[in-house]
């Protein structure tokens, strides 16, 4: 069992930064791909970023691709998304997940984190 613990959501003004963490624990957890998705009111999950605990094959979507960085910080267990920029299209929550490194397109969600609400408003 691995265990994502996310934080670091809350409300912004238009135009501002957050940087949203998720620590990691349990058995092999680094075996996995770590991964970061959002989801609207009313819109379906999105992926949004995925790296490897090695900080090696680091990808993000083109949707947030400028604006957003996903980094590692091994010695800490942790995972960030940094988010700059931030629009009222941004408003979410925002998933940590532990991603099969096996899968094909790392389609399958081994592991979630409990969500942390990020929401972008003047």
């Known amino acids: 069992q691995v265990q994502l613990a996310e934080s670091g959501g809350g409300l912004v003004q238009p135009g501002n930064s957050l940087r949203l963490s998720c620590v990691a624990s349990?058995?092999?957890?680094?075996?996995?791909?770590m991964g970061w998705f959002r989801q609207a009111p009313g819109k379906e999950r999105q992926f949004l970023a995925s790296i490897r605990w090695s900080g090696g094959s680091r990808y993000i979507t083109d949707a947030v691709k400028g604006r957003f960085t996903i980094s590692i910080d091994s010695p800490k267990n942790s995972v960030y998304l940094q988010m700059d920029s931030l629009n009222s299209e941004d408003t979410a929550e925002y998933y940590c997940?532990?991603?099969?490194?096996?899968?094909?397109?790392?389609?399958?969600?081994?592991?979630w984190g409990q969500g942390t609400r990020v929401t972008v408003s003047a």
């Open positions: 349990g058995q092999s957890f680094n075996t996995y791909t």
């Open positions: 997940a532990a991603l099969d490194p096996h899968s094909p397109e790392l389609a399958r969600v081994v592991f």
